[in-house]
Every structure is written in C-alpha cells, then in structure tokens.
C-alpha cells in the first residue's frame, strides 16, 4: 500500500469527491489537508458554490483537465459513480477515505488500471494533517 500511496501523492493537483461545507465532515477536511500540505485541490460539491473558499465543481465531469488524483469521502454507494467518471476524465489515482469504498468500486477501479488506494490510512494521517 506504501507504493500506492506514494504514486498517489507524487502529483500536484488534486479533487475531493464529496467536499462538504461542514468543517466537522471528513470531506472538508481532507480537502483542508490538501491545503495544509500546499497542494492544489478542487472540491466536488454539486450542491455548494465553493467550499473552503475554493469554487467547486458540481462534479469530476466538470473537473479541470489536470486533475493527478481523486480523493472520494462520500457514502460507499456513491463510490461506484467516482471510479467510472474519473475513468472517464482519464484520472488513474483514486483514494478512497475509510468508509467511503465499496468491493465494487474497489475491484472495478484495479480492473481498469487505476491507482486505488483504500482499506487502509486516510490521507489525514498521510499527510500528517494537523486541527
């Protein structure tokens, strides 16, 4: 898992799937992580204008074309709907936050190549996130 990790963060811009405007939600703050450790991120919000003062996207389909990896912290079902567009949008590095992969999602993002990162530490802990 360490080398997935690594191939993971050896990007410099990044999305959060299921970015939330509740700074007491995992999707806020991994993408306040993402901003702790200085990396470029846009959050995936299809219900919110920006997020953290950074103007979302309502979703990867309308991600930028730069875009190294996908972090996903949503509900496991949803999960499924972040491998296939980010496969589509030719994104290959996918991180899936504790609780948020499904066997499915899992099993189909390998299928198709991608980096997955998943059942293991969050990128919290990765990147020494710190309140």
């Not at 997020?51 to 999960?79: C, K, R, Y």
């Not at 972040?82 to 993002?109: D, K, M, Y």
Request: glycine share 10%.
């Amino acid at each position: 898992m360490d080398n997935r990790i690594s191939r993971f963060l050896a990007g410099s811009k990044y999305a959060v799937v299921g970015a939330s405007t509740d700074q007491s939600k995992y999707g806020n703050k991994v993408l306040r992580c993402y901003k702790q450790a200085g990396r470029e991120v846009v959050p995936v919000n299809p219900k919110a204008i920006n997020v953290e003062g950074i103007l979302t996207s309502p979703s990867i389909d309308g991600l930028p074309d730069d875009i190294h990896g996908v972090s996903v912290a949503t509900p496991p079902q949803l999960a499924l709907d972040a491998v296939t567009a980010s496969a589509r949008r030719g994104i290959r590095h996918i991180w899936f936050q504790p609780g948020a992969e499904s066997a499915e999602a899992v099993s189909l993002a390998e299928a198709l190549g991608m980096n997955c990162v998943f059942g293991g530490p969050c990128l919290l802990v990765a990147l020494k996130y710190r309140e």
